[in-house]
Each structure stands twice: as structure tokens, then as C-alpha cells.
């Protein structure tokens, strides 16, 4: 079945104790995606990735790392979590040729607590 | 800049009723335009989608028709189920660049 899966799925966590949101496609697309989920603010993305060992910044980098050493893989890491980044992640991948009009394909989410 | 404006929610209707979501758009170059839908605790599924002017994106009894001359792209349905209850985004892609865009969201509950 074609998928992304994002692990943990809920995860509470301190103030500056590093963690990581692990994401998977098996679909062997190219571009990967992180985003953020807010009450009254939609989504806003974090980082992408065009490919392995190409990453760019979003909307909303700060205080979040990305890598991308396979091409199935595109980890988040945020090296000291603040509460302002209690939210509701998703990661998304897509294929990057045009014929598939961009349609990206989501994760279930991570719903993270920072207290 | 690129950004995407669409409705407050949330929407209450009763069942067979008609819906529209309103969705604006300001973009650079020419945006290919999405409409996903995110049912309770899920991700976010792709519902339609247009890639040019007049384009007309249509799943499910949803429709939205590509409009550059209002930069607009609403979603439309003529009579809504129980199970069209979900939060609905309007979300944008520029042909000048790899990010997307997506709206702040709008929660629709259908009544039997």
C-alpha cells in the first residue's frame, strides 16, 4: 500500500530535550515535505526536500532541522523544543514531474506537546 | 508574495443542502490550485485540483473552477452528505517555486 508513515504518532516532551519525528514514503517520490498544523492558521511548511541531500526552508524554519540522506526518508529534529512548537505535524511527499499536477500525499500527523 | 484567503468557519448545513467555500488567491507566475479535505484525526487527502485558467477540478460531487480574472477558486457542492463533515484547505503551488501555500482552513459539520 502506498503510504507516508510518521512516527511517533503523539509524543509529550519537555522544554529543550531533543526529539525526532521520523517520516516515510514508499512511493519513490522525490519531494518530501514537513508541515505545521495551528488553530487558525492552516497549514504552514517548515522545510522541503527536492530530492536527497537537497533541502530548503519553508515559512516557518525556525527552531527545526531537516535531512535528507535517503530518499525515502525526511526526518524532523528539533534540537530544543519550546512550547511554541506544540502543534500538529504532517509530513507529505510527492513525485516532482509536472504530469502528476504536484498532488502530495500526507502522513497521518504527529500531535506534539512541548510543556 | 503567494498566499491563500479562504472563508471563516466553522460552516454548519443541514444534510442536501448547497455549499460553497470561498478561496482567493495571490500568486506569482501561474499557480496550480488544490482543494484537500481532512477528515477527523487524518491527514490531509488530496479533493481536486486545476492547474490552469478556467480549469475546472471535479471528485466526489465537489467542484471548483479555476478563476484568474477573480484569483478565486471556490468549492462547491450541490447537496452535502453527513459525510462531507471535515475541515476543508485551499492551498496553492507557483510555477516560480517549490513551496505550497495553504489556507487557514474551514470546518464544515453536515446535520442530518
Known amino acids: 500500500e502506498a503510504q507516508v508513515t510518521q512516527n511517533p504518532r503523539y509524543l509529550i516532551t519537555v522544554t529543550g530535550k531533543k526529539l525526532t519525528v521520523t517520516c516515510s514514503q514508499n512511493m519513490n517520490h522525490e519531494y518530501m515535505s514537513w508541515y505545521r498544523q495551528d488553530p487558525g492558521l492552516g497549514l504552514r511548511q517548515i522545510y522541503y526536500?527536492?530530492?536527497?541531500?537537497?533541502?530548503d526552508k519553508g515559512d516557518v524554519p525556525e527552531g527545526y532541522k531537516v535531512s535528507r540522506k535517503e530518499k525515502r526518508n525526511f526526518p524532523l529534529i528539533l534540537e530544543s523544543p519550546s512550547p511554541n512548537q506544540t502543534s500538529l505535524y504532517f509530513c507529505a511527499s510527492r513525485p516532482t514531474d509536472s504530469k502528476f499536477s504536484y498532488e502530495q500525499y500526507f502522513g497521518p500527523g504527529t500531535r506534539l506537546t512541548v510543556t | 508574495g503567494n498566499s491563500v484567503t479562504q472563508m471563516e468557519g466553522p460552516v454548519t448545513l443541514s444534510e442536501e443542502a448547497f455549499l460553497t467555500i470561498n478561496c482567493t488567491y495571490t500568486a506569482t507566475g501561474y499557480p496550480s490550485l488544490f482543494w484537500y479535505v481532512q477528515y477527523p484525526g487524518e491527514g490531509l487527502q488530496l479533493l481536486l485540483k486545476a492547474t490552469k485558467a478556467d480549469d475546472k477540478g471535479s471528485n466526489k460531487g465537489f467542484e471548483a473552477t479555476y478563476r484568474k480574472e477573480t484569483t478565486s477558486f471556490h468549492l462547491e457542492k450541490g447537496s452535502v452528505q453527513v459525510s462531507d463533515s471535515a475541515v476543508y484547505f485551499c492551498a496553492l503551488k507557483s510555477n516560480t517555486g517549490n513551496q505550497f501555500y495553504f489556507g487557514t482552513g474551514t470546518s464544515l459539520t453536515v446535520i442530518p
Open positions: 526536500s527536492m530530492n536527497v541531500e537537497v533541502t
